[in-house]
């Protein structure tokens, strides 16, 4: 079970939109469309951003959306604003009841 | 709303066994629905899901960790627990707790605000 593989790093201006991705493998994105996005800023724990590829739970700007494709997940954020700046991580369901997290992206707000 | 709080001692000796515990508050472990979860995050690195509980009792393990980790329930405390058997200083991390996954929801909604292992001699 290794971990999806994300970006070390994206950024944008203000105002502009950035796109995060998340690339797995048949046997978790590629199988199931359970993936979760997750914010974190610096010394705080995570917050569930996206679930199920495309839903936002209550309370999240709808400057965040999800899709799929494939065996690659993407978190975008359009109208970047400087509260955005932190890291993001996906995780997906990968079978078996066994959960899988991405590396991490950081995302810089010019 | 649903509140976790890690607890359990921050520093472990190598070989020994980490041992951390999750008070739950504004809902019940045993209410079925969702399990209840232990993450991992390694210092400046990303997370790591480390297994989880139902109230029935079943667990669900990362296959990479299932030899060295027991996570079990405390329902008359809305509690549970993680040990960790032969630490090393790889197991070094801030540990979190998390509502999730849902039955049907297939995400971890609700997290405690982390607690910081340090295994050293």
């Known amino acids: 079970q290794s971990a999806l593989t994300q970006p070390r790093s994206v950024s944008g201006s203000p105002g502009q939109s950035v796109t995060i991705s998340c690339t797995g493998t048949?046997?978790?994105?590629?199988?199931?469309?359970?993936v979760s996005w997750y914010q974190q800023h610096p010394g705080k724990a995570p917050k569930l951003m996206i679930y199920?590829?495309?839903k936002r739970p209550s309370g999240v700007p709808d400057r965040f959306s999800g899709s799929k494709s494939g065996n690659t997940a993407s978190l975008t954020i359009s109208g970047l604003q400087a509260e955005d700046e932190a890291d993001y991580y996906c995780?997906?369901?990968?079978?078996?009841?066994?959960?899988?997290f991405g590396s991490g992206t950081k995302v810089t707000v010019l | 709303q649903v509140q976790l709080q890690e607890s359990g001692p921050g520093l472990v000796k190598p070989s020994q066994t980490l041992s951390l515990t999750c008070t739950v508050s504004?809902?019940?472990?045993?209410?079925?629905?969702?399990?209840w979860s232990w993450i991992r995050q390694h210092p400046g690195e990303g997370l790591e899901w480390i297994g989880s509980?139902?109230?029935?009792?079943?667990?669900y393990y990362n296959p990479s960790l299932m030899s060295r980790v027991t996570i079990s329930k405390d329902t008359s405390k809305n509690q549970f627990s993680l040990k960790v058997n032969s630490v090393t200083a790889a197991d070094t991390a801030v540990y979190y707790c998390?509502?999730?996954?849902?039955?049907?929801?297939?995400?971890?909604?609700?997290w405690g605000q982390g607690t910081l292992v340090t295994v050293s001699s």
């Open positions: 998390a509502r999730g996954p849902g039955i049907t929801a297939r995400n971890f909604d609700y």
């Open positions: 504004g809902g019940s472990i045993s209410s079925g629905g969702y399990y």
């Open positions: 509980i139902y109230y029935s009792g079943s667990t």
């Open positions: 048949s046997s978790d994105i590629g199988d199931y469309n359970y």
């Open positions: 199920d590829v495309n």
């Open positions: 995780c997906s369901y990968a079978g078996s009841y066994t959960y899988v």
